[in-house]
């Protein structure tokens, strides 16, 4: 499986960054790459990058294609400003915004109907490692966010505990979530680790075995950090 890297820039973000990220694309070609901006530079994003093998993504969508609900997009609407995936139920979403596994479930059909590929996120907090439930914490999560119909998508094993802290489970951790991961996911669906990613660990990380990629914030703000991990993948 070609390597997913994928930049979330979550209320991040600026063109100036994309420009240098146009400039670094040009030196690789073997990872797939994909950078998801804040809603408002998604269609800037996309013409910048047109033509340099970067792929732009959503970091939401609501369910429905159109309709009554103010502030929100659509997968159609993503894909009409230029994007090909979005994320959906990022533990930042599940908590900001109560966001439950039928809701994430129906967001990642919603980018089906839409032809995009959804990267669904799941990942246990602190106290549940702790307390042993990792596992079926995640378990529950892709019974009852993964979208029927066996069409491409994602998942993004991110422990809630490792983002944006600096903060990483073990390599072997890392190792026994993705296997369990791969059990229920099945042989075709990328699995991505995301949480405190960054060039000094990526290389170990992404050597892993079932890590099909990863989902990187803090990181992918600074093109050249960004550009360190695709290389390392
Ligand atoms: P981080 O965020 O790389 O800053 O830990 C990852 C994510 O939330 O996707």
């Keep these: 499986m070609t390597p997913l890297i994928a930049g979330n820039w979550k209320m991040n973000g600026s063109l100036t960054e994309a420009d240098r990220l146009a400039v670094l ?7 797939e790459v994909l950078i998801c901006p804040p809603f408002t530079l998604i269609g800037e994003v ?28 659509s997968a159609e609407m993503l894909k009409d400003a230029g994007a090909s995936f979005v994320i959906v139920g990022h533990s930042e979403r599940r908590q900001d915004h109560v966001e439950t596994n039928e809701v994430v479930r129906a967001k990642a ?15 246990e907090t602190q106290d549940e490692r702790r307390a042993g439930k990792a596992n079926d914490v ?12 066996g069409k491409a998508m994602a998942i993004a094993y991110e422990p809630v505990w490792a983002i944006g ?8 951790d890392i190792a026994a979530m993705h296997a369990f991961i791969r059990r ?20 170990e990380i992404l050597a892993l075995p079932d890590v099909d990629g990863a989902l990187v914030g803090g990181a992918s703000l600074n093109a050249d950090d960004f550009f360190a991990i695709v290389c390392a993948a």
């Design 25 to 31: 694309a040009a030196a690789q070609s073997r990872v």
């Design 46 to 73: 996309s013409r910048r990058l047109a033509g340099t093998g970067i792929a732009v993504g959503g970091q939401d969508c609501h369910a429905a294609a159109s309709g009554a609900h103010t502030g929100d997009v």
């Design 109 to 123: 059909a919603a980018a089906h109907r839409a032809g995009l590929t959804p990267i669904i996120c799941v990942g």
């Design 138 to 149: 995640v378990a529950r999560q892709i019974e009852g966010s993964l979208p029927a119909g």
């Design 165 to 172: 802290t600096g903060r990483t489970p073990t390599a072997s």
């Design 184 to 203: 229920q996911a099945g042989a075709n669906v990328r699995i991505l680790y995301g949480g405190s990613v960054k060039p000094t660990n990526a290389k």
